[in-house]
């Protein structure tokens, strides 16, 4: 019998291990809806921002001494929505987190990225997942991804999970990668994905056994 | 039937996060041999240093200026050796460190903190787990299990886990719950003691199970 789930999935991810694949296998295998990078589109409906600017802004934050400067003059209004004049990576995140939010409503999905186990903290439904892997396996990952000369791989990765890192300490109050902000983290070069996925489905069973 | 293995099963923890116990009960149900403090018994004996001394200094590390001095002084010698003009922590770090090498060479087993994960590094038979919990959790954990004061509870716990955090992130070159570091990072208050256990276990399962 397929396996039932109540619970909201959010997968953080070390670029190139695979995060992305598992968290796809995991909405296939529990019949659940799958976001990572369709959040941007439906984020980009539901405010009115060009998706353009979505993409552009994905998971990066811009931290600049004039844009902490403008940050000042520019908080968010007191009853939470976006205010106008704030700078347009800030218009950005909360447009998303927004998004994330009116998703995690509708019922159990897995969500990719994006701060999402911060914006649905104090959720009892959220199950928070990290997935780390090998420098090798992350690097064959990636070359096989991306159109890019092989010397230039290592920097491309160290870039990348700089970025989602800033992004997240930024926008959170917590450390990206820091085991005791998830439920469960997993290196996929030990498993495999199928053994990721695996493990996560039955870290759910428990974990939803427990609560029955 | 019991679940057999042929790993060797390092647990890192949070202060009161039931580590311990998950690793007890690990050891029990796969029947391998524990190791907690036990280890620093082993390590008297082998070294020849008096077992106080391993209790006094286990898993912390001095960090003062006049130590950093000293140890420029005394480097290890080239033979891997312990120099005996060496400080009196980093000898200890070396005795337990060729205990650990020697338990995990008699076979599977269960062994908890001491940097066992950096010292057992590229041994393809070790698995790292690392332990953490909520802050309640672990509160009333240590309340029950140690003759405290309950406002001194929390700056206790911050205080172990910061020793912890130094002794490894000194003697290893990596961060202490970074979960980059191990092959699964598990919060007990999620999953419960047994949960844990059992999360390991299956884990265990399916890396064994590739590898066959």
């Given at each position: 019998m397929k396996q039932q789930t109540r619970s909201i999935i959010t997968i953080s991810r070390e670029f190139g291990s695979g995060g992305r694949e598992i968290g796809h296998k995991l909405s296939e295998e529990l019949g659940i809806p799958f976001y990572d990078k369709e959040l941007l589109e439906i984020a980009s409906k539901e405010s009115g921002i060009c998706q353009e600017l979505f993409v552009k802004h994905d998971e990066s934050y811009t931290n600049s001494f004039l844009m902490n400067l403008v940050m000042g003059n520019y908080p968010i209004s007191q009853d939470g929505r976006i205010n106008p004049e704030m700078p347009l990576n800030h218009k950005i995140f909360l447009a998303q987190f927004d998004t994330i939010k009116s998703l995690a409503e509708k019922g159990p999905c897995v969500i990719v990225g994006r701060c999402a186990d911060y914006v649905l903290r104090?959720?009892?439904d959220v199950l928070n997942f990290f997935i780390t892997g090998s420098a090798y396996d992350k690097k064959q990952r990636i070359a096989a991804r991306y159109d890019i000369e092989k010397n230039k791989i290592d920097d491309f990765i160290k870039k990348t999970d700089k970025r989602r890192a800033n992004y997240y300490n930024y926008y959170s109050d917590m450390r990206w990668?820091?085991?005791?902000?998830?439920?469960l983290c997993i290196n996929s070069s030990k498993t495999g994905i199928d053994g990721a996925v695996e493990l996560i489905k039955y870290y759910i069973s428990i974990k939803e056994g427990n609560e029955n």
């Open positions: 104090g959720n009892k990668g820091d085991a005791k902000n998830y439920d």
